[in-house]
C-alpha cells in the first residue's frame, strides 16, 4: 500500500493583498485548502471572502502576492478561462446568470467562452445540463428563461453550472442563502461527496451551523486581515461569531407581553386557493409576531396578499380596525405597510445608483426642503443615519451600490424599507447573507421600532432567529396556521422537531 | 409548444398583428395582395433589412449604434471614389472594399466605446455626426453620377410578367439580403461567439466573471454591424443609381424602430433574427399599405410610434413575471 503524499493542496496564497481605492479589502492574507477538505471561508460582511475568490479566479488582479498556488502550481497571472482548465469552479455570491438565457445554456455556459469560433449543439447541451440537474436531484425545465424561475431554482442552476466541468476545486459563495432546507440538505449531501471523490469544496455561509456541520477546518477574516484558521471539531458557534466580528454577540429569548396594546392589523379566515387557508391573526402595536414552517407553507403568498400584490379568495383584512382591501403594493405603502421581500438583491436595488440615493429613494418626498427640492443635507443625515445603525461597510455614500459586498447590499435595502417608517413592517427572511454581528444589528433596530410601537411580522425560515427576536410564534404548514407558540415556553430544538417533524 | 410560445411571445404577437394588417390590406386595398406589389415590398426592404439585422447584433450585445446609415453613405462616398479611382472594379472588389471600409468604421465605434468607457449612444451620436460633417464637407454636399457600370446594372433573380404586362423582379440586393440575414442567423445563434454577444449582453458582470473577452465582443458586435452597413452601402447605390451624400440620413431611426418592435431588448440581451425580420417588415407593409389607400405619410410616423408604444408597454412585463414566478414558493 502506497502512503499518499502527507498534504497536498489544492490551493496555497501567502500575503495576498487586494485594495478597491481606499478599502483594503484583502491585506496579506495566507489561505490554504487542502485537496479534497471541505474549508469554510467565514466574516463578516465585507470582510473580503467574495474579493478572495476573485483574485483567485482572476477576476481581480492581486495588487501583491508572495505565493499563489494551485494544485501545487505557481500562479504569477491568470484569468478566468484558465482557472477554469485547472479546475476551478465557482457558485458567485450574486450567481452571475443570464436572465433571458435558457436554463440549459446557462448551466453549459462556460463551455462557449472563449474566442475560437465553434458551432453551438444545443441538444448536447441540454443533454449535459440535464445530467448535472439529475445529479442534484431537481426537475427545472431546461428550455425555459432564467427569468422565469423563482430565486430558489436559480441558485440550483448557479450551482450546477459549477459542477459541470469536473472542477477540482470549487467555490462557493453563499450557495443556501435563498435555498430551502430540503435543497440545503441535498447540498449539503453533495458536498460531502465531491470531498469524498477528492474535490476541494471553499464554503461560504452566515449560517453558521451549516459552516460548523460542513466544513473541516474554518479561516476566519476580519477587515480584510487574516484572523486565524481553526478546526470546527469543538467549535460552537457562539465563538465563531465571536472570532468575525471580535465581540461577544448576546442571544436570548426577548419576548413580551403586550396585553393593552391595540391591534394594527387583523386577519380572518382570510384563503387563497392552492396557497393558504383560513389564515386569521392578529398583530398588536409594538409587537414582533414570528411566523416560521417550512417552504411552500404560504408565508409568502400571505404577505404578498397582505401588500396587495395579489388578491384573497376568501376572508378579511382589517388595518387598525377599518376593513382594509389593498389594490396594489402601492396603496399598501400608503396605508402604512412595508415589505423587505425575500430576493430583494433582484428586485430593491438599483445597482448603477449611489448607495445613498438607494438609501432614500422610498422617502424623497419626505426630504424636501421649503424650495421644493430635495435637501441634501437631511438627505447625507438621513443616509449617516442609517448606515451607522445598521453597520453597512462602504467608502462613499456616494458609490455605486455595486461597489458592496452582497451582504452590505441588503443592508442598504433593508434601511431604505425602515427609512420609510411604516406602522405594518412584514420582513421575509430578512438576514438571508447577513453576517452575525449585523443580525444582531438589524434585530436590534427591528426591537427599537418596535418599541416606537411598530407592528412587525417576521418571516423566517431559521428557529434560532424566530425564536430570539418575535414576542409570539406562528407555525404554519401546507397553508394553515398550525400553532401558536411563546417563546419563552418552548426551546430551539422543540421547535425545530415541531417543525420539520 | 408552450414553452416556444412564450419564448416567442413578440414575435408570436407582432407575426399575428401582421397577419390580420395583411388581410385587412388586401381586402380593402385590390393592388397590395399582388405579385409586383409583393416584389416591390420585398426590393424596397432589403437595405433596411440588412441594416436590421446588423443593428440586432449590437442590440442583443446591449449596445446601440445610431451612426450606421451615415456610415454607409460614407462608405458608398469613399468607395465610389476609390473605385473609379483604381478604374472600375468589379462586384468582388465593391463587396470587399465596402465591407472592410464598414468594418473599420464599426471598430472605430468598438474603440472609442471600449477604450474610453463611453456609453455607445454617445459614441455612435458623435461619430453620427462627426461622419456626416467629414462626408458633407469632403463631397460638398454633390451626388456621384459616372458610377461603374456593374455598380448601377439592374440584376434580377427573379423576374415574371403578368397577363397585364406589368413586370414582378426581385432584384440582386434580395438576394444579398438573404445572404446577411442568414449569415447573422449562423453568427448569433449557432456560434459560440454569438451567445458570447448576448451573455455579454445579457449580465456583463456576470460574462467577464466567466472569462469572456468584452473588448473582442465589443469588436465582433460593431465590426459586424460595419460590415452590415458597407454591404448595405453598397447595395443602396445598385438601387438608386448614384451616390447622394445625404440620401440616408435619418434611416437609422426607421431601423432602430422596426428591430425594437421585433423584440430587440434595448439593453441587451435578447432579440431574434425572426423578430427582427417580423419588425421591418410590419414597418414596410404599414407604409405601403397606407400608400395604397392614399392616407398622409404623416400618418405612418403616428402608427409606427404608437406601435413601438405598445409593443414596448406590452412586452415589459419583467415586474408582473417577478411575481408571478414567486408564486410557486413560500
Ligand atoms: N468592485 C469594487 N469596487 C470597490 N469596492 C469594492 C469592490 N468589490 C468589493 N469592494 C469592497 O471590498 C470589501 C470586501 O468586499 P467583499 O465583497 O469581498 O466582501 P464579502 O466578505 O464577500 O462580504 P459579504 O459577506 O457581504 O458577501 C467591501 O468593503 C467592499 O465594499
Ligand atoms: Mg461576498
Known amino acids: 500500500m502506497t502512503t499518499a503524499p502527507a498534504e497536498r493542496f489544492a490551493l496555497r496564497l501567502h500575503k495576498v493583498s487586494k485594495a478597491f481605492g481606499g478599502v483594503q479589502a484583502l491585506n496579506e492574507v495566507d489561505f490554504e485548502v487542502r485537496a479534497g477538505e471541505v474549508h469554510c471561508l467565514a466574516g463578516e460582511n465585507g470582510c473580503g471572502k467574495s474579493t478572495l475568490i476573485k483574485t483567485v479566479t482572476g477576476v481581480h488582479q492581486p495588487e501583491s502576492a508572495e505565493l499563489i498556488e494551485l494544485f501545487g502550481e505557481k500562479i504569477e497571472r491568470i484569468n478566468p478561462v484558465q482557472a477554469r482548465e485547472k479546475g476551478v469552479s465557482v457558485i458567485w455570491q450574486d450567481l452571475a446568470l443570464f436572465p433571458h438565457m435558457s436554463v440549459a445554456e446557462n448551466i453549459a455556459f462556460d463551455d462557449l467562452v472563449g474566442l475560437r469560433p465553434r458551432s453551438v449543439r444545443y441538444r448536447e447541451m441540454i443533454t449535459r445540463a440535464g445530467e448535472v440537474l439529475d445529479r442534484l436531484g431537481v426537475r427545472i425545465a431546461l428550455s425555459a428563461p432564467l427569468n422565469d424561475l423563482p430565486i430558489a431554482q436559480r441558485q440550483v442552476v448557479a450551482i450546477a453550472r459549477a459542477l459541470m466541468n469536473d472542477a477540482k476545486l470549487i467555490f462557493m459563495d453563499e450557495p443556501t442563502a435563498s435555498l430551502t432546507q430540503s435543497e440545503t440538505d441535498r447540498l449539503l449531501d453533495i458536498v460531502r461527496k465531491l470531498s469524498a471523490d477528492g474535490v476541494a469544496i471553499v464554503f461560504v455561509s452566515h449560517r453558521l451551523a451549516e459552516v460548523l456541520e460542513i466544513a473541516e477546518r474554518v479561516t476566519v477574516v476580519r477587515d480584510g486581515n487574516l484572523v486565524g484558521v481553526y478546526p470546527t471539531d469543538g467549535m460552537t458557534q457562539a465563538r465563531l461569531g465571536e472570532l468575525m466580528t471580535g465581540h461577544h454577540i448576546e442571544n436570548d429569548v426577548a419576548a413580551r407581553d403586550l396585553p393593552d396594546a391595540p391591534v394594527v392589523f387583523e386577519t380572518r379566515g382570510l384563503s387563497r386557493h392552492g396557497e393558504f387557508e383560513d389564515v386569521s391573526l392578529t398583530i398588536k402595536a409594538g409587537e414582533v409576531l414570528g411566523l416560521t414552517g417550512l417552504i411552500g407553507a404560504g408565508r409568502t403568498e400571505l404577505a404578498h396578499v397582505m401588500m396587495g400584490m395579489r388578491k384573497a379568495d376568501a376572508g378579511t383584512m382589517l388595518l387598525n380596525g377599518a376593513d382594509y382591501h389593498p389594490g396594489s403594493i402601492r396603496h399598501a405603502i400608503r396605508k402604512g405597510l412595508a415589505y423587505v421581500s425575500e430576493d430583494r438583491l433582484a428586485l430593491g436595488l438599483l445597482q448603477k445608483q449611489s448607495i445613498e440615493d438607494n438609501t432614500v429613494i422610498s422617502v424623497l418626498g419626505k426630504l424636501t426642503a421649503a424650495t421644493g427640492l430635495i435637501s441634501d443635507t437631511r438627505k447625507a443625515e438621513l443616509v449617516r443615519h442609517w448606515i451607522r445603525e445598521l453597520g453597512v461597510k462602504i467608502g462613499q455614500p456616494s458609490d455605486a451600490i455595486s461597489t458592496l459586498s452582497g451582504g452590505n447590499q441588503q443592508k442598504v435595502v433593508l434601511a431604505k424599507w425602515l427609512a420609510t417608517k411604516p406602522r405594518l413592517l412584514i420582513l421575509d427572511s430578512p438576514t438571508v447573507g447577513v453576517d452575525v454581528g449585523a443580525r444582531a444589528g438589524i434585530f436590534r433596530i427591528v426591537r427599537e421600532l418596535a418599541e416606537e410601537g411598530l407592528a412587525i411580522l417576521l418571516i423566517s425560515d431559521e428557529v434560532t432567529e424566530v425564536m430570539h427576536n418575535s414576542d409570539r410564534i406562528l407555525h404554519m404548514a401546507d397553508g394553515r396556521i398550525v400553532q401558536n407558540y411563546d417563546p419563552r415556553t418552548i426551546s430551539v430544538p422543540q421547535l425545530e422537531e415541531r417543525i420539520y417533524a | ?330
Not at chain 2, 454636399?141 to 397577363?163: K, M, Q, S, V
Not at chain 2, 465589443?218 to 451616390?243: C, D, H, R, S, T
Request: net charge positive; with cysteine; charged share 10%.
Open chain 2, 1 to 330: 409548444m408552450r414553452d416556444t410560445l412564450r419564448s416567442y411571445t413578440i414575435e408570436t404577437r407582432l407575426a399575428v398583428v401582421l397577419a390580420v394588417l395583411c388581410v385587412v390590406l388586401s381586402i380593402s386595398a385590390p393592388q397590395f395582395a399582388t405579385l409586383p406589389n409583393a416584389t416591390s415590398l420585398l426590393n424596397n426592404s432589403a437595405v433596411n433589412l440588412i441594416w436590421a439585422v446588423g443593428l440586432l447584433v449590437v442590440l442583443v450585445a446591449g449596445g446601440i449604434d445610431i451612426s450606421f446609415a451615415v456610415a454607409s453613405s460614407v462608405v458608398q462616398y469613399v468607395a465610389a471614389k476609390m473605385l473609379i479611382g483604381i478604374g472600375g472594379g468589379n462586384w468582388l472588389l465593391g463587396f470587399l472594399f465596402c465591407g472592410s471600409l464598414g468594418i473599420l468604421l464599426g471598430l472605430l465605434n468598438a474603440w472609442l466605446i471600449h477604450g474610453f468607457r463611453i456609453i455607445s449612444i454617445v459614441v455612435t451620436i458623435a461619430t453620427f455626426n462627426a461622419f456626416f460633417g467629414l462626408l458633407m464637407f469632403f463631397s460638398g454636399g454633390r451626388n456621384i453620377y459616372n458610377l461603374p457600370d456593374w455598380w448601377t446594372a439592374r440584376i434580377f433573380i427573379f423576374e415574371h410578367e403578368n397577363a397585364q404586362g406589368i413586370w414582378s423582379e426581385l432584384t440582386l440586393s434580395v438576394a444579398v439580403m438573404v445572404g446577411c440575414v442568414v449569415a447573422t442567423w449562423v453568427l448569433i445563434r449557432r456560434t459560440n461567439i454569438g451567445r458570447q454577444l448576448y451573455a455579454f449582453g445579457d449580465n456583463p458582470e456576470g460574462a467577464r466573471r466567466a472569462g469572456v473577452n468584452i473588448a473582442v465582443m465589443q469588436g465582433v458586435a460593431f465590426g459586424w454591424m460595419g460590415l452590415m452597413a458597407g454591404i448595405a452601402g453598397l447595395m443602396q447605390v445598385n438601387i438608386v443609381k448614384e451616390v447622394v451624400p445625404n440620401a440616408l440620413y435619418g434611416r437609422e431611426l426607421d431601423v432602430l424602430a422596426a428591430v425594437v418592435l421585433g423584440g430587440a431588448r434595448l439593453g441587451g440581451g435578447k432579440g431574434t433574427i425572426l423578430g427582427c425580420i417580423l419588425g421591418v417588415m410590419f414597418v414596410a407593409i404599414t407604409q405601403n399599405g397606407l400608400n395604397l389607400l392614399g392616407v398622409s405619410p404623416f400618418a405612418f410616423q403616428m402608427i409606427i410610434g404608437a406601435a413601438i408604444l405598445v409593443a414596448i408597454s406590452t412586452s415589459n412585463i419583467d415586474l408582473s413575471q417577478f411575481f408571478r414566478s414567486k408564486e410557486a414558493r413560500s
